[in-house]
C-alpha cells in the first residue's frame, strides 16, 4: 500500500516532499511511511531504493535542502529576485517557495543554518529582515 501511495502522491505533485503528519485520502498515514522508509534504508533492497529514487525519494534533510535551494536559484535566474513576501507566489509551485524561504529567514534568525547555506542563499538574492 504505502509505495502505491508514493506513485499516487508522485503522479499527482510531481515530488515526494510529504508535509508532516500528510494522511492520504484512503486514510493511510503516509508521512508515517515515507519516514519509515528513510530510517530503514540501509535495510532496502536495492531495487526498492531505485524505485523510490524514480519517483523523487528524498532522503535526507540536506537532499530536501539542496532541491529546495536549486529551485530558489532557478526562480532568482529567471526573475533576477527572490519573492519577499506570499503575495509575490502567484502560483502553487511560488507559495511553495516562498513557505520555504520563510523557513530559511527563520533559520537564519535563529542560527540553524550552516555558513555555507547562508553564503549560497545571499548569492542568489536572498533578503534577511522580512
Excluded at 500528510?22 to 540501509?42: E, L, M, P
Excluded at 523510490?52 to 530558489?72: H, S
Excluded at 513576501?85 to 520555504?100: G, Y
Aim: glycine residues 6%; charged residues 25%.
Amino acid at each position: 500500500m504505502g509505495f502505491r501511495n508514493a506513485e499516487e502522491y508522485y503522479r499527482t505533485n510531481g515530488n515526494l516532499e510529504i508535509p508532516a503528519g500528510y494522511q492520504c485520502d484512503n486514510g493511510y498515514w503516509f508521512y508515517h511511511w515515507i519516514q519509515t522508509q528513510r530510517a530503514k534504508k540501509d535495510t532496502l533492497s536495492p531495487e526498492q531504493i531505485s524505485r523510490l529514487d524514480a519517483i523523487g525519494m528524498i532522503w535526507t534533510k540536506e537532499d530536501l535542502w539542496e532541491r529546495n535551494f536549486q529551485k530558489a536559484q532557478l526562480y532568482y535566474d529567471h526573475r533576477g529576485t527572490l519573492p519577499l513576501s506570499m503575495s509575490e507566489c502567484e502560483t502553487e509551485t511560488a507559495h511553495t517557495l516562498c513557505r520555504w524561504l520563510t523557513r530559511q529567514r527563520t533559520s537564519h534568525t535563529q542560527g540553524l543554518l550552516t555558513a555555507g547555506q547562508t553564503e549560497r542563499l545571499e548569492a542568489v538574492g536572498m533578503v534577511w529582515d522580512q
